[in-house]
DNA sequence: CCTATTTCCTTGTAGTATAATAGGTTGTAT
DNA sequence: ATACAACCTATTATACTACAAGGAAATAGG
């Protein structure tokens, strides 16, 4: 289950794409279209600014604009940052020890096939797939 | 990601799968051989049994023992059962009743198809596979 | 320089879920 | 009768989610 941070993410960053002017859009604006709480939005940004996703500016005239084109950003990239961690068990997790179990874990095999799918999905999709709206993948 | 609920019920079926003896195995035994707290394991099994995946006898000689073959029991059944839903996201969830925005969310499609990819998935997985030794999918 | 704007930063918080633990009750075989 | 083992009803520590509040710092226009 992705949370809402990641899909608030993922909505933000379409959102911004769609808009192709360039300037700054302020986060206020943002948050009314995609209806989603400022004080919320503002630590969801924070971090894809720190990862450098977006760059932000304060002041008059300020707010949040990409660093690249739409099609060099994958859903991946932003589910994993905004998420922390895509794995789908702990043991997979990239800080994760791994069970002492995993030689003998036969639902291991499983989980390793179902995390390498998901990555496959997540990262083939850009921010213009989205925009332009995707029908079927 | 999937909590231990699921991932535990999964590795329990695959345990009884794999002790192909008939007669009831005591939750005690594969408590201790899958290195899972008895008490969790109760709650777990519970929902295994009151969905009928398991038939439980109480008393000696009791335990627990599948209800069909191996091969009859998909990935997808036990840990839907036993997580609730695999939804990635609320909106698709099976009680949720999607929201407003979902005409002009362009992220929908795709959760809609990464919700149809996992089940494709795990549904055609079963532990007959799993007992087995999946190597790749 | 002043002021309005807007990001950035820190802290708090209600609600919910997870992963258990504790202790008792009922049913079953010998 | 008794040992065994599932079943049932609470309780709990911990952590995460999805916010909210209030202020500090930077920026543009007048």
Redesign the interface.
């Known amino acids: ?2 949370s ?1 941070r990641g ?1 608030y993410a ?2 933000v960053m ?1 959102d911004l794409a ?1 808009q192709n002017r360039d300037g700054y859009i302020p986060l206020g604006e943002i948050a009314s279209r995609q ?1 989603i709480s400022e004080k919320y939005l503002e630590i969801i940004l924070k971090i894809l600014v720190k990862e450098k996703l977006l760059k932000g500016l304060r002041g008059k005239g300020g707010g949040y604009k990409l660093t690249r084109s739409p099609s060099e950003y994958t ?1 991946w990239e932003i589910l994993t940052l905004t998420e922390g ?1 895509l ?4 043991c997979l997790a990239q800080d994760g020890e791994g069970c002492a ?1 995993s030689p003998k ?3 291991l ?2 989980w390793k ?2 995390d390498k ?2 990555y496959e ?2 990262s083939h ?1 850009t921010l213009e797939d ?2 332009h ?5």
């Not at 794995?87 to 702990?90: E, G, K, Q």
């Not at 709206?133 to 993948?137: D, E, F």
């Open positions: 289950m992705i809402t899909r993922l909505r379409v769609q209806e859903a961690t794995a789908t068990v702990a179990r874990c036969l639902t095999p499983m096939g179902f799918m998901v999905y997540f999709i989205l925009v709206g995707l029908t079927m993948v």
